[in-house]
Every structure is written in structure tokens, then in C-alpha cells.
């Protein structure tokens, strides 16, 4: 086994067996009840979801990014040895993918007010409403990004090899491209339509 | 054979009770040693065994004999104070000879036959002195080094000159050096005499003890361990309200703080015996009325109920309300200050103030300034069924609080991103599939 094997199988198992134990715990002396995943959900604040949301929108769809052109990228330079017309090409598309980090601006919109309640009662279920839609739309945008970052930068490493080769293959390759974005633009409509009728404030 | 066990059982009882004896002697433990030289010889006195202190009967006995033959000078050494430890301290007897401060009384006892009483029971100060007049029909003359070469000696009476040597004080002098000097003192008057060709018999003693170590043989203090915290307060009862004899509400708090503006500070109720009329039992709501003499009512309300969900009776205490000179306030608390039904609830601060888990009922504004601070609160409304004890306490505190949750998603949820990353980052590799080590080198053209 690799380090990489025990480190994994190490913490999974110390993370499985705390719950299994604390579990355990709480069964036998019949403190089940303080289990409470409502609890949980109300006295955790908002502002907490919705940051987590938009945090994870822009970091997911930046490492989709970072990997689609980490993939094509290499290919590129690869093929850009013997066949230097490649280059130019191949990396204009890229600039459409980090156009959907734009969905942060409507993040933005929402949350530029807040509220001033601390107890349940005193936020209100709009608020609770606002940060579980942002955190439920940064999700979203995120792993949209994230895949079709990943998917297009497979295709288009495909695609400059083939260029590289053949220069009337271009055109064609592109068009499954276009397929692959579309999975972000996905992502993206959902998740303005998620956040469309959502206001933080008192 | 069986003799000798006998002898040697009667042997061990009587050391026992010897040893019983002079323990029990040792009680009053005021003592002062008695050293006694002579020209002439000295009849033997039998050592007497560690710890025996000598009375002064066994001295006068000692000494009759030695005085009623023929007419005697004495010369009484009379210290300030002396103690065996005196002796032992300064007398060099750890080895160190030459530090020794009691050089001409060791050569005086050396050489003259010597007598001793290591510790003699003192009384009163002018024991010795008075014990000598008695027994020499003479009276004390006071005499120094100086004075005493001028002084005759008249041999056909008894004399008895009395010389007073100080003891250490806070004087600059050192104790040591004090001791040397009573120790010269000593030394010349023995000369004094000695040149004179007057036989004498010396006697040197302490007027008082310059040491008591109090001993008793029975213990003043209990013996034993005993724990060394403090001894903790009594906890006073909780409220118990009895319906048809058993116990059904139990309510216990170190404070029921209430402030009403118009009084000043913070009045607890809990110093104060309240009377449980009006308070109420049943199975599903209970209800304990607290009257206090200082005009206040407290009353808290409970019920229970049972919830699908959870499947088990949960209890919410739902109103608390003050009352005071026909004002009353109410206040919610089924909001957090609820457990199971079975257990009791437990919370270090119920207030309306502050984390409140008492909300204000209504919205009149002059019961807005009314707070209420209940410290280390626990009330049962429900299932006592083992006497006067409070069942689990359900506290308030859980054991992560709200915050920490957070702080533990996010913390998890970037070291989760992080180590996927670095995951991904480390298990790199350099593609080596058309490495082709004996192949032609690639070559580059120079233009596009």
C-alpha cells in the first residue's frame, strides 16, 4: 500500500468510527433526543450558507477552469512543436468558460443587504430562505463548472492534436465543444432562477 | 525451660511498665542539666537511663551525703539559662573540637571527679539555689572573677558563692562568643579558688531553661487524614410541591433574581421561604405558584404532551409570569426551555435579558424594564417518581454550540478541497509513453 492508500484508509476509518462510537454513545444512555439536525439547521446562521455558496461558486468553477486549460494546455504545447499554427486557435475559447464566474455579480445583488435578528424567530424564514438559495446556487454553478471546465478541456486537447494533424478537423471538433459549454450555461440559468426572487434583509 | 519464659515475660512487663512510667514522667518537660565537679572525690551516682529527668528529691538525696560529711565551699555557676542544647551546640561535639566555647569546663570535669545530672526538673528559678542553702545552712554571697581574689575563704564553714553568668541575648554579642566568655569566667575563678588551695565542690547549672520543647503524651488533635478541601456548604432543599403525598414539582435554583423598576437592584427570591398555594398537579400541565412575603408571585406552568416525530413526551415550560402590586408579567419560554418528559431541565442563566429564553408575552412598555435572572435553574414538572431527587438534567449547554458547528463545516469543507488539490498534485507524472531513449532526437523548426 502507498501512502496515499493508508493516509485515506486512515482518516476514513478514524472519521467512521468517531461517529460509530459517538453514536453508540448517545444510544445507549438515551440521549438520542440531543441529536437534533433542525437544531442544527435554525441556530446556524444564514450568512453562513450563503457565503459558503458563493464561495464555492467561484473556487469550483475557477478549478474547472484551471483544469480544462491544464489539460488543453498541454496538448498545445505538445502538438504547438511541430505544428506551431495550433496555439492561437485553440485558446480563444476559454475566455467564454470564466465568463460564467459572472453569476457571483448576481450573488452579490442579493446578499448586499442583511439582517440585524439573532434568534430564529427574530431572522425571519426569508433570510433562512436567502442563505440555503445561495448556498444551493453556488453548488450548483460550481460543479456545473467544474465538469464542463473538465469537458472541454478534454475536447479540446482532442481537438488541437487533430488540428495539429489536419487543419480542416477544426470546425467539426468545435461544435462538441459548444455541447460541453452548454452543461455550464446549465448550471448557471438554474441557478439565477434559484436565486431570482431571494432578498436578504429585515 | 519454662522458667526462663517465665523470667523473661515478668522481664518484658516490667521494662513496659518502666517504660510507661517514665514516659508518663516526661510530661512536664521544663529541664535544665546540673554538672557537678569536685577536688575531692565525689561518691558515684548511677547514670540514669535517656529521658529520665532527675527531681529535686533525687538531687538533695545525692547531695546529703556529700554535705554532711565535713564543712564544704560551693561554688554555684549560676547561668541565665542553660539547656542541653546549649551544650551540644556550642560544646563541639560534631567533630570540631577546637570550636568548642566550653573548654575550661571540660578540662574542669576531666580532671576533678565529676558528677552529672543531665536534666534536672526545673520548678522555679532559685530552686537550685534555695535547694543549696538548705542543705549547707549557708546563704548565698555573690562573687565574680575580680571580686573573689580579694575575698578569704573561711574553710571551717560552709560557703556557698554564687557566681551569675548571663545568657545570650540581643546583645551584639554572638551566643558563642557570650558562652567562650562565661566560659573564661569560669575558668578563672577555678584558678582563683585553686591558687587559694581552698577544696571546693562546683555546681554548674541554668536558673531557668533557655529551651522547652512541649511534649504530651496524649494527642491534642485528632490523628488521622482528613481531606484538605474545604468543607463544602450545605445545599439548601429544593421546592417541592407535594400532591396527594408524593412529590410532583421540584424547582431549585441558587438565585431568583427579579428587579422591578421602582425598587433598586435585584431582589432573590430564592432567600426567601415561599408558600405553594395555588400550585397544581396532572398528568399532562402542572403549575407551581411561589408567594413570597415580599409581595411577589412567581409562577411557572408546564405541560406535556407527546410527539410523533420523536416518538416520545417531550415537557415545555410555557409561562413563567411575575406578579407585584397587581402588575403582572409574562413571559414564553416553551421556545427553549423544554427536555423529555422523563428528565429534568437544567440551565445555568434563564433570563429576559440576555440569550433570553424567557420572551416578554405582551407588548405594554412599562413591563419592558421588568427583568428576571434565574441562576442555576432546574425545575421537573413531571415523572418524580424516585422521591426528592431530580431525574438527568437535561442542560441547556449542548456540547457544540451553534458557532462551532460552523466553524467545523467550514474548516472540513476547505480541508477536504485541500486535499483533493494536493491529492491531484501529487500523483503527477511526466508522460514517458514515447520516450524513446536509442530513437533520433525531435527537431524543431526555427519558423512558423
Redesign the interface.
Known sequence: MNG?AILYTGVTLAFWSTILIVGICYTIFDLG??FDVA??LT???PF?WAN?GIGLAI?LSVVGAAWGIYITGSSIIGGG??A??IKTKNLVRYVSVTQRIKIYRILVKVFSNSFSGTTP?TIGARNYQAGYSMFGAGLTVGFSNLFCGICVGIVGSGAALADAQNPSLFVKILIVEIFGSAIGLFGVIVAILQTSKVKMGD | MAESRIHARGRLFSFILLFSVGLSSVNSTAQVPLLIWSTDSLPPLASPSAGHISSDQELAAYLRPVFASGRHTVLLFLQEKLSKDDLTRYGGVFGNKQDSAFKNLEAALRSSSSVTFPALEWRSPSAVTALLEAELGASPVLADPDTLSHLSIDTSVNNLLLINLPYCSDSLKSCKELLHDNDEVLGKVLSVVQTKGVPYISIFTGQQPSRVISESAVPQEKVGRSLLQAVAADVKPPIVFNSTGNPCIMLWAQNLNVSIPGTTGWTDLAAQTPNLTGSACSPSSSQLVLRYPSGHVLSFSMSQRFYPVSARNWFSLDTVELQMGGVTASYVGSRGIYAPAEYSFRCQSVNNFQDALLVMNSTNQSLSQWRLNFIDFQIQGFSLNNGTNFSYASDCASFFTPAIWMGLLTALLFLLIFLYGLHMIMQLNTMDRFDDPKGPSISVPQSE
Open positions: 496515499h433526543f440531543r437544531w442544527f441556530e446556524t446562521s453562513m459558503l473556487s512543436v511541430k506551431p499554427r424567530e
